[in-house]
């Protein structure tokens, strides 16, 4: 596949370059004319009205990708440092259980040991069950007790990771003809990569993960979450939910469905993912 990839390396250098949003000044006036689609309001108003105070601060870096002969920007994209941990069994307990932990705990805050005794008995758990769960609201409390005290949120283990924060194309954009397969596949897999390889060869960096802004997700259709889809099939990602994993979620993601890969998975699939479009890119 590595002749697949050079193709298609070669295409779109030679009519791509990517840009540093604040490099050019010119790129305030230009990023006026990008629009993100019927459903892509919400990243296309953070690079006009957000991106550029936050490239300043330091805060994320954003990437444009322009068309080399017009200038126009074909999509745009943006980078942060970010961080996932190993969950704690708790974090991943049925609602059932969580309450049941919650009640746990509150008995162990009021050291009330007549009512300890009273779940105990219960018949919902085994005995080798309620101890578990025991452990877990005990672990709640000391976690809880570290953030008050000095503000440490204590996990098991942490993760070096990179947040890939917004991508978006710019649906004012019209690709030229002989670019066949989607914009966004071709950023992803031609630079957002290799700036995530780059990254973690001078930096340790074991994940790439993302907040996907589903639509039909949001709105509780599941089971037509067409961005999901898209992510997991075209840039291999998977749910973290599931998996020994965690990640912080800000407030402004929380709707948002959390997605993630390694990046010796990335670098891996960087080469092999061309056959999906082995028939436009290398023609018989």
Known sequence: ML???????KLFDSHYY????TDNDDNRMLIENFCGGEYGKGVENHLKKCAWEEMIKGDSCYYLVKDSSSREVAAYFSLKCGLLYEAERYESLSDEDRDFVNMLADAIRDNNQS???DYKATEMYTDDQFAKLYEDAKAIIKAEKARADNGTINVKNTYSAIEIQNICK?????QPEDIKAPIG???????IVPLIIKVSNIAGCQYAYLFAADYDYILGNSDHAKLITYYRNNFQFESIGGVALAVIKPQYDTSCYEMYSTVAKLKENMYTIWNM????????
């Open 18 to 21: 990517i840009e540093k949003l």
């Open 170 to 174: 710019n649906f004012n954009y019209s």
């Open 185 to 191: 596949f071709l950023v992803f897999w031609l630079a």
């Open 277 to 284: 479009y082995s028939d436009v890119l290398y023609p018989e």
């Open 3 to 9: 002749q697949i990839y050079d193709i298609a390396r």
């Open 115 to 117: 009512l300890l005794t």
